[in-house]
Structure formats: C-alpha cells, structure tokens
C-alpha cells in the first residue's frame, strides 16, 4: 500500500514538475518533493499504528479433550475414523465387549430379587410375631385372673378351717390350684417375654432401612445402578463435535480403564482465534472493535470479526510462591505481548481453521476511521501474498 501511495504521488509530482512545469523544478522543490513523502509516510504508518494496529503473529488454538474408557475390557468396535472427518456429539468411537458387565446386572437383579422377597417375609413375620405377643399378653391376662381367684379361695378356705366351718380337704384342694395357676403364670409370662423378644429383633432388621427402603434392598439396588451404568460405558460416546487426531486404538486391543490412560484423543472442531500485540499497541483497542484476520492456510481470505477481550495477563506477571528472591540479571526476557482473542462473524463460521494455523491480523478502532481503508488494503495485500511459495524445489 505504501508502495501504491508513493507511486500515485510521484505521477503527480511528474505531471505538476515535469509534464505541465506549473511550478519550477529547482533545489527548493526537489527537497520539499522529497520531504513531503517522508514525513508523511511517518505520521500515517504512526497514526495506523495506534488507530488500526496489526499483528503478524495469529494463532488458532483448540482445546483437546483425551478420551478414557471409564470401563476396562477387550474393544470390540472402533467405529470412527482420524483425519480431517468430524465426529458429532454423542457419536459412537469405541465398544467394549459387554458381557461381564452384562452377567453382573443379571446377577444383582437376582439377589435384589432376593432381598426384595426377604423383606416382605420379614414384614409378614412382624405380623406373626405381634399376633403372638397379642395372644400370651391375653392368655397371660387370663391365667392372672384365675390367679387372683384362686388366691382369694384359699384365704377363705383357712378361715373356714380355722373356725371349724371348712374342711381341710378342701383347703389343700385350692392350694393345689394356686400352684398349679401360679405356674401356668410364670409359663404364661415367659412365653409372653419370648414373643415380645422375637417381635422386638423382627423389628430391628426392618428397622435399618435407608430413606424408607429396606439396608440390604437399598445396597443392593445401589450396586445395580452402579453395574447397569458399567454396562452403559462399554459404549463411549464423544463428548462434542471434534475431530479423532493419532487414532491408535483398535479392535482386539484391551482398555484398562485407568484415568491417566488415554486410548485417543479429540480436537474440537471450532477453536479460538489469539493474535498477539506489543503492549503499547492496545491503548486505543477496546472489545467490540471490528477485527480482521487472514490466515496462511487460506490465501487470499480474509475473516472479519470482532474483539473479544484482551487477555491483560502473560507469564512476566506471574510471581510463584516461593522461598527464593526474585533475580534480576541481565538477561531479562524482552517485554511480553498481550493476546486478543477474536470472536468470528457469523458469516465466516464455517471457515475451516487448523489448529496451530498462523496469520496476520488488524483491529480497527473508534478514532480516524478515515485511515482505516489503508490497513484493509495492506492486509488483503498480506492474504494474497500467502499464495506465493517461496521455495526453490
């Protein structure tokens, strides 16, 4: 574009000086001629510098997501496949053969079966046994009645004996009873004691339950909802749409299931797109500005979006716990840049960016918009200049 300026000047200055001689062509014009340019070339490169700064160092970042089987097992199926294919979210990459995992669920079904079924007898057994602490306490009742009477016949049949009116027969007769009943009693109250006990220990086992439901049920059912999920991630599903990068993983091979052992690993179809700048350039740049961007993978293409954010942050502000004092030497890394992060127009979504793709970029701010026109043009300059090859085989 500088080069397109000074051209057009210079026919200008061809048709003023030398084609029409309206003005002479002397020491003072030479060096006023000569002055012009560069001093104007100064303050436009300056102002374009602050107003619509430029960077030669764009990055395409994407996050990549390493996939562990949260199963180990002998891979049936690898269904996808690596290279430049997109896998959507909640597709299949890999199956690992189902059946322990299969067998295990029957076999808690079963048990749960099981555990189910031992509730309700034990449920139907605190029935029984307070039908049986029902039927002593009455009996036990009854005999304490009969008791009772039978206590009070004998106290009278002594006072008949001592006054002569009573036989003695018929004394030792209700004393008989009296034992016979006293006994009946203690039976009748341990059996009483005993129901009670066996009530009380049906009770117990009952009594643990978690949220409502029956210990043994609830362990069980806990174990099958874990075994069932198991089941579920012999298939693995992708987390998003991406893209398989270095697929090594194939049928026959046997995953462990160990969470530092990735079998592949995703690349995320739609990145995040960083250019770099001096800090000194980003006075003037605020988010919402419009930003352009040209990419080496596609020549000639320029991508229009706007700024995100600036990420006011890098590793030279970084001050680490430590027990040692900050150094000072001399050799100091040069200032860092800071990264601006880009959002795409919707219109160039769809445009493919690698990961790891470089460019150049430019961000057109509030102030002199007038001057903007010349930073487009030398970017687009930039992106067709990416069609040329500059090796020599």
Not at 155 to 179: H, I, M, P, Y
Not at 206 to 230: D, T, Y
Request: proline share 4%; hydrophobic share 45%.
């Amino acid at each position: 574009m500088e080069a397109l300026l000074l051209a057009i000047y210079s026919f200008f200055v061809w048709l003023i000086f030398i084609k029409f001689k309206w003005l002479p062509w002397n020491i003072q014009t030479q060096v006023t001629v000569a002055i012009i340019p560069i001093v104007g070339m100064a303050v436009l490169i300056l102002l374009l510098n602050i107003f619509a700064p430029s960077s030669s160092d764009v990055r395409v970042y994407k996050y990549t997501v390493p996939i562990v089987s949260q199963v180990k097992g002998r891979v049936l199926e690898v269904p996808v496949e690596e290279g430049n294919r997109l896998v959507k979210k909640g597709e299949v990459l890999f199956k690992i053969d189902p059946q322990p995992y299969r067998l295990a669920v029957n076999t808690l079904e079963a048990q749960l079966a099981t555990a189910s079924a031992s509730q309700k007898e034990l449920e139907e057994s605190v029935k029984g046994a307070r039908g049986a602490v029902d039927q002593s306490t009455a009996r036990l009742r009854e005999v304490s009645a009969r008791l009772e009477l039978a206590r009070t016949r004998v106290s009278q049949n002594r006072e008949l004996v001592a006054t002569g009116a009573g036989t003695k027969f018929d004394l030792e007769q209700a004393e008989t009873n009296l034992k016979e009943l006293e006994g009946q009693y203690e039976a009748a109250r341990a059996s009483q004691v005993q129901a009670q006990a066996g009530e009380q220990q049906v009770r117990q086992k009952l009594g643990a339950n978690v949220k409502g439901e029956f210990a043994q049920v609830a362990q069980i059912r806990a174990q099958l909802e874990n075994a069932r999920w198991e089941l579920e991630q012999t298939t693995t599903l992708s987390p998003c749409d991406c893209y398989v990068i270095n697929l090594q993983l194939r049928p026959g091979a046997f995953v462990a299931g160990i969470p530092f052992n990735a079998v592949m690993t995703l690349v995320e179809a739609k990145g995040q797109v960083v250019a770099l700048f001096y800090q000194n350039e980003l006075h003037q740049v605020k988010p919402g500005n419009t930003a352009e961007f040209t990419l080496n993978t596609d020549p000639g293409h320029v991508v229009r979006g706007k700024v995100d954010s600036i990420i006011w942050a890098q590793g030279q502000g970084q001050m680490p716990q430590s027990g040692t004092l900050p150094m000072t030497g001399v050799l100091n890394a040069p200032p860092g840049r800071f990264p601006v992060k880009f959002d795409i127009e919707d219109k160039d979504k769809d445009v493919f960016m690698a990961a790891g793709a470089a460019g150049a970029a430019a961000i057109y701010t509030d102030r002199l918009a007038a001057i903007h026109i010349i930073r487009m043009v030398i970017l687009r300059v930039g992106a067709y200049t990416n069609y040329l090859i500059l090796k020599l085989h």
